[in-house]
């Protein structure tokens, strides 16, 4: 008699944080066949993208509201259950057609459309300088050449230049090289002499002001940066690809905000078998060598077994991955004795990316008073300085720029009716500054608010107030777990570019990856989703796993990674 074949057992994967890569990866794991759980520290999901709901009714996405590249999220929509598609083209013919952009109506795909809404938002943003004139940034050529030729007609010429080569960049450094993962010198050194060519390594305000005399051109053209946690004096050149990200697929809004798109991410991580579990801190990632036994030194073989959690209870898995902040996720949570690359010399040393105060506010509608748009830029008199200020100096200036997002102007549902929800993001320093923030965030908000009522910005909007909170590097370091209170990961700088950014798989520990924006590509929601796929794909190399696997369980043979059971 022959007895049948037991069934073989699925891997099984812990991921650590919930945010947009945590949720991306945990959808393309279940589609290669794991069984994936997610722990989420905070009451609910998203990470950095957390969502608030207040008691007297606004709505408050906490976190990232730019929206780029639906495709990437239609990607993850129209995935199945021990379907891989790894291999599926990253930019399918119809994504990079030239109608490809959505400019009305909704603007997911069909897959996307099941969970959630997308709509595009116009202009992308409404940048506003120091002395009242603004710019409408909206990806469309007459639109821009017009407004060049009435506020700086002498870079009219500049722009051309610029459009053709910051197009270069975009093709060979988002399309051809944006999911490359450098594991090694020699994959980045491939890549140096055509970024050398195009001038993408030079620093991104460098490189605009080759095109660019008006001071005004120079910051609408390298300000996007800052909102991946980029120094735009600091940043390489190949960030002028954000330019045409923006411009070949537009900026688009979930109704109901980011959170939307979070807790829809859920649902499908979920309809494919995965479980997220709330209020679950990571305390320490289990590493032993592959025998079993406790590692005391870092040498030889270092293998993730699972976590324990704050709780102290553990929990076993083949693979650990952690969507938390890299350098606190090596300096807490990876002992010490396991760690020959990424030491606490080398993770301290790393450059951390400023940090933010955002203020949540809620104020009464009073007719059509607002020139503002849903994403503004609301520059200061001062840019090259206070970057420095920021980045450099680490100190609070005088004076300060802002992104201020007002997404009732869209979708009135995230306030009480009759009420305007709002966030104002002003770019501060990290931790490492020294500053208290009990005491300088609270002069910091009246100094905001000041300047959005006597501008014009908001008018009477001390007396319209309705509500009103923040938060500072203090909630980026305690509840976000942040090393220094950053906002967004390592420093995008070139020493900390390609191979040199924190790898997806671990080089000191097997069975441990990373995953968000502290891995490659980098910060922004489109490159965390990236990123969820670059890791998806070298779990699938370590565990034999055919990318292209569609039907079954893929098969695991030959893998070259212990299991925990080992």
């Keep these: 008699m022959t007895l049948p074949t037991p069934p073989t057992p699925r891997k099984t994967a812990l991921i650590i944080g919930s945010g947009i890569g945590g949720l991306s990866l945990g959808i393309r794991l279940q589609s290669l066949g794991f069984d994936t759980t997610i722990l989420e520290r905070l009451d609910a999901p998203g990470g950095r993208a957390y969502q608030k709901r207040t008691e007297d009714g606004y709505v408050f996405d906490m976190g990232p509201t730019v929206i780029t590249v639906p495709h990437f999220i239609e990607e993850l929509f129209a995935l199945e259950r021990d379907k891989a598609m790894l291999a599926e083209p990253d930019y399918p013919a119809q994504v990079l057609a030239e109608d490809a952009r959505v400019r009305e109506g909704e603007s997911g795909g069909p897959r996307t459309r099941d969970y959630v809404k997308l709509v595009p938002i116009l202009p992308f943003y409404r940048i ?92 609408v053209f390298s300000f996007e940066t800052l909102l991946v946690g980029g120094n735009p004096l600091s940043v390489p050149a190949i960030y002028a690809m954000i330019h045409f990200v923006e411009k070949t697929w537009g900026i688009h809004y979930a109704m109901g905000g980011t959170g939307a798109l979070v807790r829809a991410f859920v649902q499908k991580f979920e309809e494919l078998g995965g479980t997220i579990e709330y209020g679950q801190g990571v305390d320490e990632i289990l590493v032993t060598d592959d025998r079993g036994r406790a590692v005391r030194a870092p040498v030889g073989r270092r293998v993730a077994r699972g976590v324990r959690l704050e709780s102290g209870q553990e929990r076993r898995a083949d693979i650990v991955v952690s969507n938390g902040d890299w350098a606190n996720t090596y300096l807490r949570r990876v ?21 933010l105060l955002v203020i949540y506010f809620g104020f009464r509608r009073e007719g059509a008073d607002l020139q503002l748009r849903h994403h503004n830029i609301i520059l ?73 009522e006597e501008r014009g910005y908001i008018p009477n909007l001390r007396a319209r107030l309705t509500h009103s909170e923040f938060i500072t590097p203090d909630y980026f370091a305690g509840t976000l777990d942040s090393y220094l209170g950053n906002a967004f990961g390592p420093e995008p700088v070139l020493i900390q570019s390609a191979f040199f950014r924190p790898h997806n798989r671990s080089e000191d520990v097997r069975n441990l990856y990373m995953v968000g924006a502290g891995a490659q590509p980098g910060g922004g929601t489109p490159s965390v989703m990236m990123s969820a796929k670059m890791t998806a794909r070298l779990i699938a190399e370590d565990f034999g796993i055919h990318p292209s696997v569609r039907d079954g369980v893929p098969e695991q043979a030959g893998s070259r990674v212990p299991s925990a059971a080992d």
Excluded at 128 to 148: A, E, K
Excluded at 335 to 354: G, Y
């Design 335 to 355: 002992p010490a004795a396991a760690r020959l690359v990424n030491t606490d010399l080398r993770v301290k040393a790393a450059r951390q990316s400023m940090s």
């Design 380 to 452: 200061g008199p001062r840019y090259e300085a206070l970057l420095t200020e920021i980045f450099g100096q680490k100190v609070l200036g005088q004076d300060f720029s802002q992104y201020l997002h007002v997404p009732t102007l869209t979708d009135p549902s995230l306030a009480p009716e009759g009420h305007h929800a709002a966030y104002t993001l002003v770019p501060v320093p990290h931790n490492a500054s020294g500053l208290d923030w009990t005491v300088e965030g609270p002069k910091l908000v009246e100094r905001v608010y000041d300047f959005l």
């Design 128 to 219: 506003y300088f120091d002395d009242g004139t603004f710019f409408d940034y909206d990806g469309d050529p007459v639109s821009t050449r017009r407004q060049i030729s009435e506020l700086a007609p002498e870079d009219l010429a500049g722009y051309e230049r610029f459009h053709e080569d910051a197009r270069a960049i975009f093709e060979r450094g988002f399309l051809e090289l944006g999911y490359t993962h450098f594991g090694d010198v020699p994959s980045m050194l491939r890549v140096v002499p055509d970024l050398m060519r195009l001038d993408a390594v030079r620093t991104l305000f460098s490189f605009t002001s080759k095109y660019f005399e008006n001071p005004k051109m120079r910051q």
